[in-house]
């Protein structure tokens, strides 16, 4: 029963983060929600009773993926090798979301900030940016890093008129990035 839930919860925010995606946060309800679900509006308040429950539990999810990776990075030595894996694994991280969230995270700053887990999210990608560079960086190698992060997840929207897939603009947001972190020149 705890997969049908665990199922159930990430379909609704699946669909919610669509939906946000589409029309915006604060012009979605629950009830569209729940018509996109094609479930009762009671249905869905049995896992999530606000829209924000919902960003809420997006965020948590998200933050919990980034921990690991920090907790994981922090034990490693500062090398190229480590740096380039902490990148991968956001990657992954950032593909598994549900489609669209990336971008509602870019286009809903208003929202983010509103919600307690949009200042953590924040912060963890703030120490995700410190570990992805040396501690002498200069300032233009310190916004590579950062960039290299932003270039990770926002690729697969920010080339969404491309005639690509989401993997393909995936993996292109991944080679700029890991050629940021390298410090080599970024080209194809």
Same mark, same amino acid.
């Given at each position: 029963?705890?997969?049908?839930?665990s199922g159930t919860r990430e379909r609704i925010q699946a669909v919610?983060?669509e939906l946000f995606a589409e029309h915006g946060y604060e012009k979605? /309800?629950?009830?569209?929600?729940?018509?996109?679900?094609?479930?009762?509006?009671?249905?869905?308040?049995?896992?999530?009773? $606000?829209?924000?429950?919902?960003?809420? /539990?997006?965020?948590?999810?998200?933050?919990?993926?980034?921990?690991?990776?920090?907790?994981?990075?922090?034990?490693?030595?500062?090398?190229?090798?480590?740096?380039?894996?902490?990148?991968?694994?956001?990657?992954?991280?950032?593909?598994?979301?549900?489609?669209?969230?990336?971008?509602?995270?870019?286009? %809903?700053?208003?929202?983010?900030?509103?919600?307690?887990?949009?200042?953590n999210l924040q912060c963890r990608f703030r120490t995700l940016s410190?570990?992805?560079?040396?501690?002498?960086?200069?300032?233009?190698?310190?916004?590579?890093?950062?960039?290299?992060?932003?270039?990770? %997840?926002?690729?697969?929207?920010?080339?969404?008129?491309?005639? %690509? $897939?989401?993997?393909?603009?995936?993996?292109?947001?991944?080679?700029?990035?890991?050629?940021?972190?390298?410090?080599?020149?970024?080209?194809?």
């Amino acid at each position: 029963m705890g997969e049908r839930r665990s199922g159930t919860r990430e379909r609704i925010q699946a669909v919610a983060v669509e939906l946000f995606a589409e029309h915006g946060y604060e012009k979605t /309800s629950l009830r569209e929600i729940a018509e996109r679900l094609d479930v009762t509006k009671a249905a869905l308040y049995y896992h999530f009773n $606000t829209k924000e429950a919902i960003v809420v /539990s997006l965020f948590e999810d998200l933050i919990a993926g980034i921990d690991e990776i920090i907790t994981w990075a922090e034990a490693q030595p500062r090398t190229l090798e480590t740096r380039e894996e902490i990148l991968r694994r956001y990657a992954r991280l950032a593909r598994a979301r549900p489609k669209g969230m990336m971008r509602f995270i870019q286009e %809903s700053k208003t929202t983010m900030q509103e919600l307690a887990p949009g200042e953590n999210l924040q912060c963890r990608f703030r120490t995700l940016s410190g570990l992805l560079r040396d501690p002498d960086a200069s300032l233009t190698e310190q916004l590579k890093s950062s960039l290299a992060l932003i270039t990770a %997840s926002a690729s697969v929207f920010m080339l969404k008129d491309t005639d %690509s $897939t989401d993997e393909e603009r995936y993996d292109a947001g991944l080679e700029v990035a890991l050629q940021l972190v390298a410090g080599t020149p970024v080209h194809s």
